[in-house]
């Protein structure tokens, strides 16, 4: 099989689809089935659901092969759009906490579409017992629907909200759920690749955790370029924890883990 990087650059025009920072399978296939191309690939890797990608092509009569890899983990495919089909259909999650209590809108294919994700869901629990007088300029780094940012929104209407989210989907149902609220601006944007325009005051997030070492860098190189006193509240899995910490820590020395079960809140605000 060929190194991916090499199929790449002897064909840099080829549609491409990357599962590169945790889209659920039915993202992928939404993304597959409104291709017009005769041929798409895609970028899967095995820690986020390869396995469970190529099962699925398997037993819905999916037309595809793999062509490239980049060991260990990342997988070229090419497939053929026209046998692939999904419908997305409308979902919704219930957000409570303290006082607030909403219904939110999600659909099948973005991240956890049913529920309020545990690692949010602890973030809010955390926010709400510790009553931070967030006020400012906030700003919020993997959005997704827009769990959190309602919470921040209806909670402390003081703040103006920048949120940053990659994937489409997502955006769209963020821009549903917060329509009512004016102080806000809803960025569709790879966070890594984006100049910060504005000096924030405080990061609240649940963020991407699937990033490389680099990105981690990034995030928090061009957070502090922007704000060496920024407050920050990120709730990290635990097996992420340590990472996020030492990135975190080379620009925000102050910064520390608290541990909430199966996940750590880092903080440079005192405990
Ligand atoms: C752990 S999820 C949290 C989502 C949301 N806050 C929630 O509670 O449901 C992280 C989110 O980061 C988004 N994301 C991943 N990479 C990103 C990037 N480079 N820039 C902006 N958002 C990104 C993902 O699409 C996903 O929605």
Known sequence: ?????????????????????????DN???????????????????QLGLKRILKFFKSNQIEFKIIGKKSPDLRLIELNPQTVNLEITEQ??????????KTLKTSNSIFSKNQIDPGSQKCL??????????????????????????????KYQEIFLDTYEIDQPSVVNCEDNLKGFQNKKIHLENFFN??????????IANPPLHISSDERKQMFSK????????????????????????SCQKYYPSAKLIKIDNYFILTNLEA
């Open 223 to 246: 957070i502090h370029a922007n704000n060496a006193n920024l407050k920050m509240v990120l709730i990290i899995k635990s097996r992420f924890a340590q990472r996020f910490l030492d």
């Open 125 to 154: 629990e955390y926010l709400e017992d510790k009553k931070l007088p967030i006020t400012g300029q906030v700003l919020e780094v993997g959005s997704g629907y827009g769990a959190i940012s309602y919470y921040l929104l209806s």
């Open 92 to 101: 919704s999650v219930t957000l409570k906490v303290g006082e607030t209590a």
């Open 1 to 25: 099989m060929k190194p991916i990087k090499r199929i790449l650059a002897e064909n840099p025009n080829i549609p491409l689809i990357q599962q590169l920072y945790g889209q659920n399978l």
């Open 194 to 203: 984006t100049k910060l325009f504005k000096k924030f005051d405080y990061l």
């Open 28 to 46: 992928i296939l939404q993304q597959i089935s409104t291709s017009q191309d005769k041929k798409i690939y895609l970028i899967s890797q095995k």
